[in-house]
């Protein structure tokens, strides 16, 4: 029994629920022979389950579900199984006042009839009766309640968040929500049967995974910006900040996908706890839990998955149990292995890019797909603590290694080996008191990741070992405080406040040592490319929301951000003869202290001028601050390249501003009794000014020629992080949709995005002499690693269920035609890669042996089709897996 406080009244509910089910048991506050009642808003539903709420008074008439015929099989068991088996099969949600009587069996059902007399039947014998609310919903009575009362209450109808039947099995507050906000759930992320993290963000609209094959970690991109911090990408709210430099993406968040319960994408809305230092959105990854782990109705039990597959896909599999030891206390624990191989990559358009600077052709399979193996380990433990019924508290803890290797260029070549291993522990205090003022969180995280790399000795260089860390440490304290203006004109009308503050210190770490043999090599060069220092960013927030009758609302919001990036860099020169600063004797020193703050405002208009219609408009300005790496690097590139890195003492934090408009759309039996059609649909624009991105600069010594008359000098050239001159804008439309008829679904989205990147900067970073000098830096030409989303991307995603919902059976399709990109592809300066277009197609099955067995297939990349999506490495080629999961 949960009790909370919600509007003036307060309210007990029990819950039970199971896939495909809604059953909810509610304690009536008040009620009376006439039918008047004290409804309070669902204000826990909404924040724990989602929540579709309705009220109205029952009508006593069978004929109001109508005379469509259904095909049961529900054999004799417990009423609650019984109802859910039932509500599975018709689609109709079913809730009861009080509690289901105990030790009451439901008579078996096997025949087609109609919902109504199929309920009638289980229930018979029972002492219970039914009233039916609408099309869609009956609630469960006592017999004599019925013949005390000429109307019966409708309790709150909450339905499960396993019901959820949006884009990638998103909950309904998305679509209640004014904003771009994505959910992947749990059945999603199952569905996927993920080689790696990032494969679960496929199909999310505006979003994209990229990175190196080869890397099980996961980087975001969100319309068009990653790395750095850009994206705050959290498990279960630490943020992952760890950084590594290397030929393209820099940022990584290493998870195992099988721990994880569901995933949020919020791409609009940084008003609040997670939005300090971020600019593009927010990725939490919530793992898996107690409630996920085990039905509202058991003490203890668990689940297990494994999965084997073509194409090297060995094995992955997993393990989750949970157990309530007491009301006010219980436990969950999970851990998963992944093994897989070298795997091949698709045979179909072979032609995967073309380097702009030459117009040669990169093939298919030309080795690429070498080092693509890895090896995994993930876990997790939480403890769930209710010292009374307004305070919780939920410790947590996650882990994860691996082991892989990846390949430095583009025919695998130069290869390094990695364990790579992270830790996330996190404490959660949630205290709401029965007060419409208390609502107050306040959480405290900290995360290690850190990587251990061999990197082998080559002809020119020595070996290298190498230890990168990061640790962050952070806190949040968040409250929220609704209030009830009183007034004719003000009736169902809420103003809530909410308002906290957050912070976080990243530390990173580098430790480098070379041995071997005489050839070149020198630990400064991988320790200054991802340098140690330290970072603090934090700041505080506030935003009022007003509400009328959720037809009309309104909000504003301030934040105000800080950050300070310090720590010890040089400058140098690369074993220039007669130079006293040259890069191995530690040039000159250069301590680096940067620090900046920003108020950012933003604002939200919704507007609902019918039901399951919201039109909105928002506004945001949000600060990136610089990361460690962007502000201290210093060294040189690795294996005697010949190109120094400097850190820039005069970089400065992005600022960036965001507006959109959108409409969602949520509407229930559209064409038939029971279906579903959900959608989303936003235009955006981003101006991000202070762009940091790393291009090539002058040093500030000449490199001359003598003897010679005059002598003739000019400019060497290093790399930096620099700020652009010129905004980098980016335009996006998005639009998803999904239908749900239960027997059937189909769903899809389109994305289109325009990213202008003119590239323009200031390649001066130190006092120079440019009498001599005719080398043209400081355009796009010059710039490295900046990832954009595809000029267009649309997915399709379709199936049927059959044989009463046990047989799953579905395909899904991507369409990708992607814009340039300036990231690693070419040796010269310009690396500029145009890519091909691709289309992939999988198609995937499901069949429930029981209640406690399942069995799946599926086939990725069904057509072998060779692509790339932003890394050197073709992605995997036809894979089938097969999979079983149970519940114990």
């Not at 107690?290 to 084997?308: M, Q, Y």
Request: with cysteine.
């Amino acid at each position: 029994m949960l009790s909370y406080g919600v509007g003036r009244k307060t309210a007990n509910y029990t819950t039970i629920s199971r896939p495909g089910v809604s059953i909810v048991a509610r304690l009536l506050v008040a009620t009376s022979l006439t039918g008047t009642l004290f409804m309070p808003i669902a204000a826990f539903a909404q924040s724990q389950l989602e929540p579709t709420t309705q009220m109205a008074q029952a009508v006593i008439d069978a004929s109001a579900l109508g005379d469509r015929r259904f095909q049961f099989d529900i054999g004799a068991q417990a009423l609650s199984g019984a109802l859910m088996a039932y509500s599975r099969t018709s689609g109709i949600d079913v809730v009861f006042d009080g509690s289901l009587p105990e030790g009451v069996m439901s008579t078996a059902l096997s025949a087609e009839m109609t919902a109504a007399s199929a309920l009638n039947l289980i229930l018979s014998g029972s002492g219970l009766s039914w009233v039916a609310v609408n099309a869609t919903t009956v609630s469960i009575i006592r017999s004599d309640t019925m013949l005390e009362q000429e109307t019966v209450t409708v309790p709150v109808t909450v339905t499960s968040s396993q019901r959820d039947v949006g884009y990638n099995g998103a909950p309904d507050w998305v679509y209640n929500t004014p904003g771009s906000t994505t959910v992947i759930g749990r059945e999603e992320i199952n569905r996927v049967s993920a080689r790696r993290a990032g494969d679960i963000f496929e199909q999310v609209t505006g979003v994209e995974s990229y990175g190196n094959e080869q890397i099980p970690g996961l980087a975001v991109n969100v319309r068009g910006q990653q790395d750095h911090g850009r994206v705050n990408m959290n498990i279960d709210g630490a943020r992952q900040n760890y950084n590594q430099s290397g030929h393209g993406v820099t940022s990584y968040a290493y998870v195992d996908t099988a721990l994880l319960a569901e995933v949020t994408v919020e791409k609009t809305d940084l008003s609040g706890v997670g939005g300090t230092g971020a600019s593009a959105g927010i990725v939490t990854m919530r793992t898996l839990d107690t409630d996920d782990i085990l039905d509202p109705d058991e003490t203890w039990g668990g689940k297990v998955n494994v999965s084997r597959g073509t194409n090297r896909y060995e094995f992955v599999g997993d393990t989750s149990v949970g157990a309530r030891f007491t009301p006010k206390f219980d436990m969950a624990a999970a851990i998963s292995r992944k093994v897989i191989g070298d795997y091949i990559g698709g045979t179909n358009n072979p032609e995967l890019y073309e380097k702009a600077a030459d117009g040669a052709v990169k093939l298919a399979d030309d080795g690429n797909e070498a080092y693509t193996y890895q090896r995994q380990t993930s876990g997790l433990i939480k403890a769930n603590m209710k010292f009374n019924e307004d305070f919780e508290t939920k410790l947590g803890y996650v882990g994860f290694t691996g082991s892989f290797a990846k390949a430095s260029d583009e025919d695998s070549t130069y290869n390094d080996y990695n364990d790579v291993e992270t830790h996330t522990l996190t404490v959660k205090n949630n205290w709401n008191p029965s007060s419409e003022l208390i609502d107050a969180k306040a959480n405290l995280w900290w995360n290690r990741t850190e990587n251990n790399q061999y990197r082998p000795p080559r002809s020119t260089t020595k070996a290298y070992e190498t230890m990168y860390r990061m640790d962050s440490i952070g806190l949040d304290a968040s409250n929220s405080s609704m209030f009830f203006p009183e007034g004719k004109s003000l009736e169902n009308t809420t103003v809530t406040l909410d308002y906290g503050v957050e912070g976080f210190r990243d530390k990173a770490k580098t430790q480098s040592e070379t041995f071997g043999n005489e050839a070149n090599g020198s630990s400064y060069e991988l320790e200054g490319s991802t340098p140690s220092g330290q970072r603090d960013v934090y700041g505080a927030f506030s935003k009022g929301t007003f509400n009328w009758n959720d037809i009309f609302e309104i909000s504003g919001g301030l934040r105000y951000d800080r950050y300070h990036v310090y720590g010890d860099s040089y400058y140098c020169e690369l074993n220039t003869s007669g130079s006293i600063n040259t890069c191995k004797t530690g040039g000159t020193p250069l301590s680096i202290d940067l620090e900046d703050q920003k108020l950012a405002p933003s604002a939200k208009l919704a507007v609902m001028p019918i039901d399951g219609l919201q039109l909105y408009g928002t506004y945001r300005e949000s600060m990136r601050a610089p990361s460690i790496m962007e502000s201290l690097i210093k060294g040189s590139h690795v294996a005697g390249i010949g190109i120094p890195f400097y850190a820039n003492p005069n970089l400065q934090a992005e600022d960036s501003t965001t507006t959109e408009i959108g409409a969602n759309f949520s509407f229930d039996d559209v064409a038939i009794q029971g279906d579903r059609f959900r959608a989303k649909l936003a235009r955006y624009h981003t101006s991000i000014d202070d762009y940091v991105v790393m291009g090539q600069v002058f040093q500030p010594t000449k490199n001359c020629t003598i003897p010679s008359i005059p002598a003739t000098c000019s400019l060497r050239t290093a790399q930096a992080f620099v700020n652009l001159t010129d905004p980098v804008t980016i335009d996006g439309t998005e639009m998803e949709l999904s239908y749900d008829a239960q027997t059937f679904f189909v769903g899809g989205s389109i994305a289109i995005a325009d990213t202008d990147l003119i590239g323009a900067y200031n390649p001066r970073i130190y006092p120079t002499d440019d009498a001599n000098s005719t080398s043209a830096l400081g355009t796009v030409a010059n710039l490295q690693a900046v990832y954009t989303l595809p000029k267009r991307k649309y997915t399709l995603n379709g199936g049927v269920r059959l044989f009463d919902q046990k047989l799953l059976l579905g395909a899904n399709a991507t369409f990708v035609y992607p814009d340039k990109n300036i990231s690693q592809f070419t040796s010269g300066t310009t690396d500029i890669g145009t890519f091909y277009r691709y289309r992939t197609y999988d198609v995937y099955g499901s069949y429930d042996v029981n209640s406690n067995v399942r069995l799946g297939v599926s086939v990725n990349n069904l057509t072998d089709e060779a692509y790339m999506t932003a890394g050197y490495v073709p992605a995997p080629g036809r894979t089938v897996i097969f999979s079983m999961s149970g519940n114990f």
